[in-house]
T-cell receptor, first 112, second 113 residues
């Protein structure tokens, strides 16, 4: 069963707009990671945030973590058509035996 | 290029046939994983190997076996393929503890007819 659930399932925006995706999870975590998957390709690691961190930036990506609400958000600023992909959150927690548990993903479409 | 290499990229099997999916990584990672991805289901862990010489079941191990041949290679075997095993299979590797994230292969698209 999935530990994380992304919201929304699908998101369509115009180039230049910001895209926000959310992830909720069920149990206390060690870290939370975000991945991108382009159509027909493998997943690519984007960013990792530890349970004692609240916010992290990497280029146009901003991730927040609220452990009290068991939720995280991924913000992509000034989106580009090349950002069109599915985005997955993945959690590492004590009961997962050192393995990442993935959510079902958000499908982002950025229209030029 | 450094990374995770999976073979084959595509495969069609008849029900009852067997096959082995190959995976190799050249990043000297200790841990390796096999996931399957189905529409609307996200990624589900089949088997993993925390280190060379060890393997453990994940969420959906039934119908599969694995071999950690050495530190580089981790293979997934379907002994008697079933239509329910039609899926995209991903191999991944990581440093122990997943602190740095996983590196994924490009996947094997398997169809069982």
């Amino acid at each position: 069963s999935q530990q994380g659930e992304e919201d929304p399932q699908a998101l369509s925006i115009q180039e230049g707009e910001n895209a926000t995706m959310n992830c909720s999870y069920k149990t206390s975590i060690n870290n939370l990671q975000w991945y991108r998957q382009n159509s027909g390709r493998g997943l690519v690691h984007l960013i990792l945030i530890r349970s004692n961190e609240r916010e992290k930036h990497s280029g146009r990506l901003r991730v927040t973590l609220d452990t009290s609400k068991k939720s995280s958000s991924l913000l992509i600023t000034a989106s580009r058509a090349a950002d069109t992909a599915s985005y997955f959150c993945a959690t590492l927690y004590g009961g997962s035996q050192g393995n990442l548990i993935f959510g079902k993903g958000t499908k982002l479409s950025v229209k030029p | 290029n450094a990374g995770v290499t999976q073979t084959p990229k595509f495969q069609v099997l008849k029900t009852g046939q067997s096959m082995t999916l190959q995976c190799a990584q050249d990043m000297n990672h200790n841990s390796m994983y096999w996931y399957r991805q189905d529409p609307g289901m996200g990624l589900r862990l089949i088997y993993y190997s925390a280190s060379e010489g060890t393997t453990d079941k994940g969420e959906v191990p039934n119908g599969y076996n694995v071999s950690r041949l050495n530190k580089r290679e981790f293979s997934l075997r379907l002994e008697s393929a079933a239509p329910s095993q039609t899926s995209v299979y991903f191999c991944a590797s990581s440093e122990t503890g997943s602190v740095y994230g996983y590196t994924f292969g490009s996947g094997t698209r398997l169809t069982v007819v």
